[in-house]
């Protein structure tokens, strides 16, 4: 008595990409439990499409169905399922309760087990593995050496290959590339264009998206967030809610951490530690053995070596602190609504005296424009607010003084 569960239908043949392909027919009524669904395969039903019983194994649960094809040295076993108009060639090996479905294409001597699911136009070849619960979607491709497990999700136009591994519950989608060996593991997501590679690893809940690119040693972890074209790369660290973003660079031996933002132009690297809430942005630079905490601001073209660690709260631009910048903004911004309450009364006033309060202004307009563009992202502390509010409400009456 046979124990074959499918026969090949000689008679219901195409040739696909030179090769001829035939129909399979199951000879025995059996359920595929895959990851993705549950189906019964009836005694008599007509199958997807082999080149010969290699392909599909004789044993288990698994099945080709619809107009999928499997050929070349390519095989699917265990409880495996592949069907739509997937494909499965050259080496390929599908097992466990693995799913290959939609218009998937499997190759090369790629493997796919566990419970993992492939769909959508996503490739997956040379020698990458996909297994455990990750899902490959849309159009995303895998190849290399490439490992992508656990809950790891990669989907959109993204790539991941080298040696690079995708783990944890991480996320690529986008135009993202991941690459060399670089690691994504945890809760971490990288998306539009950003680019992780060489030897990089980026875990715990960070995100990375835009055009930010992470490479070298780098690890970034914890929440930290990198974005826009900020470039992180040699032995630097990011981590603890930290945000880098701009065209700001971190390099060397560099460490942002406790919720400490480098943004704009700013470069912090050999081994200078930027943390606790304090910010480094315009074109300011922190190196050699440098230390800015606290709630230290610190912008322009202001350049900070270890001859000098600024410290909880004693600046803001290199001189100031929050409070004293508050204190010193509001006589002006209070001198401006003064000023625009007179002109609106039509009393007199002298043009030189409002051409002061400006300029007296102006000197903030990088602190503005620091407010405007990220008003969206970034929650500011009360007094950060303030100043905010303060400067945009000025600014307006500015526009005013000129009607």
């Not at 979607?137 to 991941?160: H, P, Q, T």
């Not at 930290?242 to 971190?250: E, H, L, S």
Request: charged share 25%; hydrophobic share 40%; with cysteine.
């Amino acid at each position: 008595m046979s124990t074959k569960k499918y026969e090949i239908v000689k008679s219901e043949s195409i040739v696909h990409k030179g090769r001829t392909l035939y129909r399979i027919k199951a000879l025995k009524t059996f359920c595929v439990a895959c990851t993705a669904m549950s189906i019964v395969v009836k005694k008599g039903e007509l199958g997807g499409f082999v080149e010969s019983e290699n392909n599909l194994s004789q044993e288990g649960t698994c099945w080709i169905y619809g107009k999928a094809k499997v050929y070349g040295d390519a095989k699917v076993s265990d409880g495996a399922f592949v069907y739509n108009t997937a494909e499965v060639f050259y080496n390929a090996k599908i097992y466990g309760k693995a799913c290959i479905f939609d218009n998937a294409k499997i190759y090369g001597d790629a493997k796919v087990y566990g419970d993992a699911r492939v769909c959508g136009n996503a490739e997956i070849c040379g020698y990458a593995r996909i297994f455990d619960d990750a899902k490959i979607y849309l159009d995303a491709k895998i190849y290399g050496r490439a490992c992508v497990c656990d809950n790891a999700e990669v989907f959109d136009f993204s790539e991941v290959h080298g040696d690079a591994k995708i783990c944890g519950k991480a996320i690529v989608y986008g135009k993202a590339k991941v690459c060399n060996f670089a690691k994504i593991l945890d809760n971490a997501q990288v998306y539009d264009n950003a680019k992780i590679y060489e030897n990089a690893i980026v875990a715990g809940d960070v995100q990375i998206y835009h055009n930010a690119q992470v490479y070298g040693n780098a690890w970034i972890y914890d929440d930290a967030f990198i974005c826009d074209n900020a470039r992180i790369y040699g032995f630097a660290k990011i981590f603890n809610k930290a945000i880098v973003y701009g065209n700001a660079k971190v390099y060397d031996n560099a460490q942002i951490f406790g919720k400490a933002k480098v943004y704009g132009n700013a470069e912090v690297y050999e081994n200078a530690a930027i943390f606790d809430y304090a910010f480094i942005f315009g074109d300011a630079k922190v190196f050699s053995n440098a230390k800015i905490f606290g709630t230290t601001w610190l912008y322009g073209a202001a350049k900070i070596d270890d001859k000098l660690n600024l410290n909880k709260g004693k600046y803001i631009f290199a001189t100031l602190n929050i409070d004293e910048t508050l204190s010193e903004i509001e006589p002006i911004c209070y001198k401006i609504s003064f000023a625009v309450r007179v002109i609106e009364l039509k009393l007199p006033i002298e043009q030189g005296y409002i051409e002061s309060l400006v300029s007296e202004l102006a000197k903030y307009d990088e602190l503005i424009d620091y407010f405007h563009s990220n008003e969206c992202k970034i929650i500011f502390t009360p007094n950060e607010n303030k100043i905010y509010k303060l400067l945009l409400q000025s600014k307006q009456n500015i526009v005013n003084f000129y009607k």
